[in-house]
């Protein structure tokens, strides 16, 4: 009888699971991955990387893997700080207090020329809306009497030169000022140390800097970093409302400008390249 009973137990070491348990957690993983990845879209981290389009797919993937493992607790984790962090950055003012940190700006004044950073250019020539802005900005401070150069800096992946466009926008506006293109430049230290090279060499001691407001500090810093005297002039942020930040999606936003330029300006101390 107790031959009999041994015979019926279950051998030591067959710990096989289910097929149905396998399939469950896969699916539980593939869910929270992808949970994951929409949080880190609507927070705007999966843009600071290249490839960041394939962030959700990616993190299903991994996701699934997890699953099947000890450490599948922490895929509750993850998801449970991730929302937590959504809700304090969409529905609280945090980033108005954080957005404040990054803005600089100068009481209006006289300079040799007004510096336009660069942004996106287009294929087709076209500029993207944040330099769009920009420029508009910079030929206002021309028109205004304020500056007399306008200086371009071309960035590197850019197929087209930004001041055969700009050019354009004057005779529409039907005004003309000398341009000035510096470059190619890969990022805003280039931009400063091109711009500070061009201003040796024509004799400018002090120069009217144009970029968004968030992004003055760090561009300011560089400048002056590089042996330029700039005055801050940011132009306008039609991307969202910076002064109010009073949506949701306003402050998501901002967040991802916030995060941009705080790595940013740690990374440009570590290397020395701001004060």
Request: with cysteine; proline share 4%; net charge neutral.
């Amino acid at each position: 009888m107790q031959r009999q009973g041994a015979d019926h137990q279950t051998p030591k070491g067959n710990c096989s699971v289910p097929n149905s348990l396998i399939r469950m957690r896969i699916g539980e993983g593939l869910i929270l991955g992808a949970c994951f990845g929409l949080a880190l879209h609507a927070l705007n981290i999966d843009s600071a990387a290249r490839g960041g389009r394939y962030f959700v797919p990616l993190l299903c993937l991994c996701g699934a893997g997890i699953a099947l493992t000890r450490a599948r607790r922490l895929l509750w984790l993850v998801n449970t700080v991730a929302l937590i962090g959504l809700a304090a950055i969409a529905y609280t003012p945090l980033m108005a207090h954080l957005m404040s940190g990054l803005q600089r700006s100068d009481p209006p004044g006289r300079a040799p020329a007004v510096v336009v950073l660069s942004n996106t250019l287009f294929k087709d020539g076209t500029l993207s809306t944040e330099f769009q802005d920009r420029v508009l900005h910079g030929l206002e401070v021309l028109q205004q009497g304020d500056a007399g150069t306008l200086v371009l800096t071309r960035a590197a992946d850019s197929a087209e030169e930004p001041g055969v466009m700009v050019r354009a926008e004057m005779r529409s506006l039907r005004i003309d000022f000398p341009i000035d293109v510096v470059g190619p430049v890969y990022n805003t230290h280039d931009e400063a140390v091109a711009v500070a090279a061009l201003a040796k060499q024509r004799g400018w001691d002090h120069l009217i800097l144009v970029t968004q407001s968030w992004h003055m500090r760090r561009a300011a810093a560089a400048f002056e970093k590089a042996g330029v005297k700039v005055i801050c002039s940011p132009c306008a942020e039609r991307s969202y409302d910076l002064q109010t930040l009073d949506g949701p999606g306003d402050r998501l936003r901002a967040f991802g400008d916030w995060m941009h330029e705080t790595i940013g300006y740690e990374f440009y101390r570590w290397r020395g390249w701001v004060g």
